[in-house]
């Protein structure tokens, strides 16, 4: 369910910032691409501990909200780099449909979107494999009573179980 939720929120979040960022001027692209890059050159038990110390410092009840917010934040930068085609589309396109008389969120959904949604498709896989497959952010992260598939293989990996065996394959496949 984590994986799912953060999934659709951070693909839709990340195709909105990374349109956005296509019309942006080019000091608020290079600033916002360095720091969407920061994420993903960090170590992930770093990431972990930064959410941990978030929450705790606001005083925040770790569970499945930390959780998925946390999923959330770590799986946007992903999608916002796996929409490239937005950097080779030619911006007169969306102003000739305006032309032609379209509105600005008709332009979106009928010239942009189906444009880049190779991209979109691409970004939202890689954000649920990471957020399914991710076991140091959801631990750090979660509270009692929470826990997602990692977190499952992980506490009953001394137990003998082929469940238990066929989820790791899953998981490391």
């Not at 880049?116 to 399914?132: C, P, W």
């Amino acid at each position: 369910l984590i994986a799912v939720i953060a999934t659709i929120v951070s693909t839709f979040v990340g195709t909105i910032t990374a349109i956005g960022l296509s019309k942006s001027k080019k000091i608020v692209k290079e600033i916002v691409t360095q720091v969407n890059n920061l994420p993903m050159l960090n170590p992930e038990i770093v990431t972990a501990i930064g959410f941990m110390l978030l929450f705790s410092s606001l005083r925040i009840k770790t569970g499945f909200t930390t959780m998925l917010l946390a999923h959330i934040a770590f799986c946007i930068p992903y999608v916002i780099l796996s929409v490239p085609r937005l950097r080779t589309l030619d911006p007169n396109i969306a102003e000739a449909a305006m032309d032609l008389g379209c509105t600005p969120l008709q332009a979106m959904f009928k010239v942009i979107i189906p444009q880049i949604k190779g991209g979109i498709v691409a970004g939202a896989l890689v954000a649920f494999s990471m957020s399914f497959d991710d076991f140091v952010i959801s631990l750090f992260t979660t509270g009692p009573g929470v826990s997602n598939i990692s977190i499952y293989v992980y506490s009953n990996v001394k137990r003998v179980n082929p469940t238990i065996n066929a989820l790791s394959a899953i998981i490391v496949y």
